[in-house]
């Protein structure tokens, strides 16, 4: 009897010091597991917020990125959730009324004070970039310029964001932040595979960024960038006045100077359909500093339509100079390129005319033969096939179309078999494609020279596991007391 106590005595299941012990243990690891769970749900949960104004020659947006609080310097962790295009034209066409140029993005910034959380306010950047409408309006007349960019500077410090600046953005800069945008966006950066160029075509500039094979010949259009852990070697340029709305002007100019019936004021022009008529002042046209020989033209023109894609071809060609050219080779007025190089993303009116054209995929000669036909259609069938778009860019797309064959084949010098690496792109997931978003990354320094540590594991493995390995101690607990209960039933009968 006395040996029987002395066993149970010996046994530590049986000890409350034991059960007490078990008990605490399984609740620390319980808790440690939930707050580990909970505390990295509650980071995940709180973004930060970006506000980009894209302050185009034609209009201007505004977009609205997000991203995790705790992951800034993870790439592809940013996102656009929100864009606001401001109602009317482009700052620049403010240069007469510059109080206004502020005035009209109250809309669009009052829409992201709703968008984005009160507390998030004060901390969020807000950075206005202009282009080339800006850049031209410097060139014309500098003083009208800064009083625009004061006054869109006035209206967005009145916000409760944290304003970083309104600046014109140099060419090389927005050819190279859209290269930044389309790669972070398509992960080629973390991935580190090939990257893909970036072609943006404005309505006053267009612009072409990538990364060549051969040697860059000219320091102006070189950029160099360390993104990653990897070092890029970028060529990139801009032309100004090759956007879509400057080169129609050009045109236009051109032909003037052949094609125009003095005596009854006639504009006839093969970019335009047959039957399309319609009346415009000179001034409207050739007013800019893009259009250098200004013949003397009556004040007002009828602008007439012949709906011939070959001569249209011919005469789009006559605004690519390609008479001179100091390096190994040109794309157009004397501008250094290297041959393209690897896959392309179009964006801007590339994508806006190719793909109302339904000519997003096919060849090159597709394209041209969709092309001719599409311009011999007379305006009245246009007119009747697509009431819900604008007349004026529906009278357009003759001409626009035919200056992105003309640009991408005689300017950049793609070919028939190059033709499919062009893709035309709007979006890559949520956001634009454009040179905000790899705007913004720069100057808040979210794409880090060196790539970061990366966790042990990711936040779902590390949750799992730490669920795993809570159950299997409680299972090694729950084995151990069995085994003890039964060791102990079993010496117990030994003894009886
Ligand atoms: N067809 C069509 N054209 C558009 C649309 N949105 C803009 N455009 C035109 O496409 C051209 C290029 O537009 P954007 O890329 O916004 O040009 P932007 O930024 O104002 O001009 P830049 O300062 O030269 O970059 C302009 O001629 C616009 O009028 C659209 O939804 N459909
Ligand atoms: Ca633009």
New binding site residues.
């Given amino acids: 009897m006395d040996e029987q106590r002395e066993v149970q005595v010996k046994n530590p299941c049986h000890r409350p010091v034991f059960l007490i012990l078990t008990a605490v243990i399984a609740a620390v690891i319980i808790t440690v597991v939930s707050i580990s769970v909970v505390q990295n749900k509650h980071i995940l949960q709180k973004y930060k917020y970006g506000i980009v104004l ?8 505004v977009y609205i990125y997000e991203w995790p609080a705790e992951k800034e310097n993870n790439t592809g962790m940013v996102r656009q959730t929100h864009t606001c295009h401001v109602k009317g034209k ?1 700052i620049s066409s403010y240069s007469t009324i510059p109080e206004k140029a502020g005035m009209s993005l109250q809309e669009c910034m009052e829409e992201a004070k709703q968008k984005i959380p009160v507390a998030r306010h004060p901390e969020t950047p807000v950075y206005l970039g ?6 031209l309006l410097k060139m014309d007349n500098e003083d009208a310029s800064n009083k625009v960019l004061a006054s869109v500077t006035n209206s967005l410090k009145k916000y409760p964001f944290s304003f970083q600046g309104a600046r014109i953005i140099l060419g090389q800069e ?1 050819g190279a932040f859209g290269w930044i945008t389309v790669n972070y966006l398509s992960d080629n950066f973390r991935k580190a595979m090939g990257t893909l160029g970036a072609l ?7 612009q072409i960024t990538f990364i060549p094979k051969q040697e860059i010949e000219s320091q102006d259009n070189t950029i160099d960038f360390r993104l990653y852990g990897n070092d890029y070697h970028l060529y990139t340029h801009s032309f100004l006045c090759f ?4 080169v129609l002007r050009l045109s236009l100019a051109e032909k003037s100077r052949y094609t125009l019936d003095k005596n009854n004021s006639t504009l006839s022009d093969p970019c335009f359909h047959t039957g399309y008529n319609s009346s415009k002042k000179y001034m409207d046209v050739f007013d800019t500093p893009c259009v250098k020989e200004k013949s003397a033209l009556p004040k007002d023109f009828i602008h007439v339509g012949l709906g011939d894609w070959a001569e249209c071809q011919n005469s789009v060609k006559k605004v690519f100079d390609a008479s001179h050219c100091r390096y190994s080779t040109c794309s157009f007025d004397g501008v250094f390129q290297p041959s393209v190089e690897g896959k392309f993303g179009a ?3 590339f994508y ?2 190719m793909d ?1 054209l339904n000519l997003t995929s096919g060849t090159l000669e597709d394209a041209k033969l969709k092309m001719r036909r599409y311009c011999s259609t007379p305006w009245k069938d246009i007119v009747q096939r697509y009431p819900k ?2 007349e ?2 529906l009278s ?2 003759c001409f ?1 179309g035919t200056y992105i064959l003309t640009l991408l084949e005689h300017g950049y010098k793609f070919t028939s078999n190059n033709w499919k690496d062009i893709q035309f792109i709007k979006k890559i997931g949520d956001s634009d494609a ?1 040179w905000t978003l790899g705007y913004m990354l720069n100057l808040t320094n979210m794409i880090p020279a060196e790539a970061p540590d990366v966790p042990l594991m990711p936040h779902g493995g590390y949750v799992s596991f730490m669920v795993l390995f809570t159950l299997l101690v409680f299972l090694l607990f729950f084995l151990a007391f069995l085994y003890y209960r039964r060791s102990t039933r079993t010496a117990q009968k030994d003894i009886i």
């Fill in positions: 894209d302050a185009g020659s034609s209009h201007t947006s482009g202009a282009t080339a409408g800006m850049r927005e943006d075509l404005g309505g006053a500039s267009t956007g879509k709305d400057q964006f801007s009116a806006f005319v109302f778009i604008l004026k860019y357009e797309y626009s454009g």
